[in-house]
Each structure stands twice: as C-alpha cells, then as structure tokens.
T-cell receptor, first 112, second 114 residues
Framework: SQKIEQNSEALNIQEGKTATLTCNYT??????LQWYRQDPGRGPVFLLL?????KEKRKERLKVTFDTTLKQSLFHITASQPADSATYLC???????????FGAGTTVTVRA | EAQVTQNPRYLITVTGKKLTVTCSQN?????MSWYRQDPGLGLRQIYY???????DKGDVPEGYKVSRKEKRNFPLILESPSPNQTSLYFC?????????????FGPGTRLTVT
C-alpha cells in the first residue's frame, strides 16, 4: 500500500542553524511533491512545490530536494528563526487525478 | 480576499444526529476536498471533487457524504455521526490546471461527537 513517512521525531534546533526534514514514500509515483506549514489550530499553508523531473527548488531560506530514485524529499530551513517553529507537512500529488496524500508532519521548534 | 470559509468552526453534537459542515471558496477553483486531521495520523483525505457533480472517495470516506452542486460550495454531511468522527476537519480548494495545484485550506472545524 502507499505510504508517506516524515521524521517521526520532533525537531528542536538552535536559532541560526539549519533544520532538515525528510519525507519518504513507497508504492507511489507522484507527479510532484508539495510542502506546507501548519501552525497550531490553523489550516496548512502552501510553501513550495517540486516536480518529479526537478532536483532542487529554493525560496528565500527554504530549499527542497527530490530524489525519485530514493523516493525521498528533503526540506531545509536555513538560518532558522523562532518564527519558523511550526509543523511541516509533505504532500504527494498523483498525476492522473491530482489526488493529494499527506505525511503526518514534523514539528520544528527553534530555540532563541 | 481569496479565501476558503467553513462553518461552523466548532461543533459539539451527539451520536446519530445528522450534521452538515459547509465549505465555500471564492477563487473559482475546480478542485475541492475534505480532510480530517487526528494526532499522529496527519491529514487524511475524506472526499474530493474535480468539478461540479464530480466527486470521488479519498482515503477515509466511510460515514461521510459530500455533494458538489455549485462550483464554490462543497458541504460535508455526516448522516449519523459517531464518536470516532470526533476530529479536526479542513476543507481545501485548488486549481489543478495551474502549475502548482497548491491547496488553499479553510480555518478548520473542530467536531466533537459524544
């Protein structure tokens, strides 16, 4: 069956360091992969998308990589700030019907 | 302002009492979907709709119904709610034809079934 797994542990890092989150999937051939940020009690907010034929995408302090051979995406937050503290979700999008499936999320806490 | 609205935001009900959670978007999006979010399980898709009168089951459709009679609205119906449907529900919309298919989420509806 299809499975999407994110870092099972919460991530606690010092301000200024880089946070690296993983998203692994099995039995899935996504057209592309998305990353969202979710704050407590709120709906997720879209951050970045990376397509199956792309290796890397950047947006300000965020960087996403996508390795379809390893079936893995890495999400990096560089020069982290306390305001980056949130839960980050990866989502895979199926090409034929645009159905999305989300990972359980990784909670990041950035200490000042 | 582009947005997805859901109502009600909070609901406490009893087992078996039919309820409807409304969802509306003002972005003319074709794709709409419903998710439930439970601790440790993440977001799980209940139903989705590619366009008016077209709906499909997601990963956890049992106990739910939806309809898509108008492009902007996508209500979620619980005909006979049970305690295991206590959860945080999100509606989302997007435009698949665009490059990103990014989901715009509503603020969520916290449902408690006693």
């Amino acid at each position: 069956s299809q499975k999407i797994e994110q870092n099972s542990e919460a991530l606690n890092i010092q301000e200024g360091k880089t946070a690296t989150l993983t998203c692994n999937y099995t039995n899935y051939s996504p057209a592309y992969l998305q990353w969202y940020r979710q704050d407590p009690g709120r709906g997720p907010v879209f951050l970045l998308l990376i397509r199956e034929n792309e290796k890397e995408k950047r947006k300000e302090r965020l960087k996403v990589t996508f390795d379809t051979t390893l079936k893995q995406s890495l999400f990096h937050i560089t020069a982290s700030q306390p305001a980056d503290s949130a839960t980050y979700l990866c989502a895979l999008v199926r090409s034929n019907d645009y159905k999305l499936s989300f990972g359980a999320g990784t909670t990041v806490t950035v200490r000042a | 302002e582009a947005q997805v609205t859901q109502n009600p935001r909070y609901l406490i009900t009893v087992t078996g009492k039919k309820l409807t959670v409304t969802c509306s978007q003002n972005m003319n999006h074709e794709y709409m979907s419903w998710y439930r979010q439970d601790p440790g399980l993440g977001l799980r898709q209940i139903y989705y709709s590619m366009n008016v009168e077209v709906t499909d089951k997601g990963d956890v459709p049992e106990g739910y119904k939806v309809s898509r009679k108008e492009k902007r609205n996508f209500p979620l119906i619980l005909e006979s709610p049970s305690p295991n449907q206590t959860s945080l529900y999100f509606c989302a919309s997007s435009q698949p034809g665009l490059a990103r298919h990014e989901q715009y989420f509503g603020p969520g509806t916290r449902l408690t079934v006693t």
